[in-house]
Nanobody, 129 residues
Framework: QVQLVESGGGLVQSGGSLRLSCTAS????????IGWFRQAPGKEREGVSC????????DYAASVKGRFTISRDSVKNTVYLQMNSLKPEDTGLYYC??????????????????????WGQGTQVTVSS
């Protein structure tokens, strides 16, 4: 079982940058597929980015492609979400999630929240205009 803790959120002006961290304990994150999700007030949770369990595949929501980058530091057992050129519509509570997939699925990168088992508590990102 893995425990996830997000950090790095805050208040930033439009056009600014933040780097979110998702630090794991209890297990090695290299053994999990990772997803970043966000939820704005009054809206459903949406997938932002994912990293396959093999680490070779990443994907991004169309709204953040070219601005956000997901990466993993195996030594620190941490996954990052670098967010550049932030917009007010990026405001929300950001969560990281993890799941250990079956062998035949480890190359996949999916941003479906129902497929993830472990979740952090979230970190708030607020982008002012």
């Amino acid at each position: 079982q893995v425990q996830l803790v997000e950090s790095g959120g805050g208040l930033v002006q439009s056009g600014g940058s933040l780097r979110l961290s998702c630090t794991a304990s209890g297990s090695n994150l290299d053994n999990y597929a990772i997803g970043w999700f966000r939820q704005a007030p009054g809206k459903e949770r949406e997938g932002v980015s994912c990293l396959s369990q093999t680490g070779g595949i990443t994907d991004y929501a169309a709204s953040v492609k070219g601005r956000f980058t997901i990466s993993r530091d195996s030594v620190k057992n941490t996954v990052y979400l670098q967010m550049n050129s932030l917009k007010p519509e990026d405001t929300g509570l950001y969560y990281c999630a993890a799941v250990a997939r079956a062998a035949q699925l480890r190359h996949l990168c999916m941003m479906f929240s129902t497929t993830f088992r472990y979740w952090g508590q979230g970190t708030q990102v607020t982008v002012s205009s």
